[in-house]
């Protein structure tokens, strides 16, 4: 586990760091699992509502697969890989502050399958991934803290 | 809700299960507040921020004194109440792909502010193009 201004980044994960998203994926035999990182959690707020395309949803990569509501900010959550939804994480639905409290674990978001094996292989981990992250996160002036229930 | 008072019951977080999938769908919005009224401003960019996150086609038509929210410099002095000013949420608006449509005869003869002086990505038109956006949404707020 790999901390940055506070910010927790496990190791045994890729990400996904294009403009705004700040997401994290990982490989779970045929299918992967993806949710917010602790610092797209942390630029959110406390989030208030969370809506995830359900099941069956086909998604291009950068197409979104959840929108998310805080109260100072909204925006979509964007599929980091092209593939469809298998499962969305109807925990998240009923308690979206699972997202800020719990993001690498429970606040998962959806399940889904990957399409092109190949964009995994483009999604950043390691020093690549930490590295991207430093720069974002002093442009972004962003210090992780978690929000309690 | 027994128990829960109202404003808890407001802000609940509750599962929203739509009854169709909303992308594709076009939504106007007709802003027509400025920053005479810094309270009404940020609800509507917010709004739209997040229709467009959920792939709705949002178009925001800004006619009477609404256009002076868009004149450079001017969203950073529009304060809201928990702090901050209205411009992280045009910029929200905009990251999500809002689109800012300005009445050009609002913003010359209401608004006296010449096109160079509106932030990046203002179309402006005429009142004409109102009635195209409005006949052509799916559904059209207004604020």
């Given amino acids: ?149 | 809700m027994p128990g829960v008072s109202p404003s808890h019951a407001m802000t609940e977080a509750t599962p929203s299960t739509p009854a169709s999938d909303p992308a594709g769908k076009k939504i106007l919005m007709i802003m027509t507040t400025g920053p005479e009224e810094p309270d009404k401003t940020y609800a509507p960019f917010y709004t739209a921020a997040l229709m467009a996150a959920m792939e709705i086609d949002t178009t925001m038509y800004f006619l009477m004194h609404a256009p002076e929210l868009l004149k450079k410099g001017t969203a950073e002095k529009v304060p809201l109440k928990k702090g901050g000013n209205l411009k992280m949420f045009i910029d929200m608006a905009r990251e999500n792909g809002v689109k800012f449509v300005a009445c050009a005869e609002s913003c010359r003869d209401l608004c006296e502010i010449a096109p160079s002086d509106l932030i990046e990505g203002v179309k402006l038109v005429g009142s004409a193009t109102m009635a195209d956006l409005a006949l052509e949404a799916d559904s059209v707020l207004s604020f």
């Fill in chain 1, 1 to 149: 586990m790999a901390i940055l201004n506070g910010c927790e980044f496990p190791g045994d994960r890729s990400y996904f760091i294009e403009r705004t998203q700040m997401t994290w994926v990982k490989v779970e035999g045929e299918r992967i699992v993806v949710g917010l990182t602790d610092p797209a959690q942390t630029r959110a707020g406390k989030i208030l509502h969370v809506r995830v395309k359900p099941a069956g949803t086909v998604r291009e990569k950068g197409k979104p697969i959840a929108t998310v509501e805080s109260g100072k900010w909204a925006g979509p959550v964007l599929a980091p890989v092209a593939g469809t939804v298998l499962e969305s994480n109807a925990e998240v639905e009923q308690d979206p502050g699972l997202l800020n409290t719990d993001p690498y674990g429970r606040g998962w978001i959806v399940k889904m399958s990957a399409a092109a094996p190949a964009e995994l292989v483009q999604l950043l981990s390691g020093d690549a991934a930490l590295a991207r992250f430093k720069e974002v996160l002093e442009k972004d002036n962003i210090h992780c803290v978690r929000c309690q229930e």
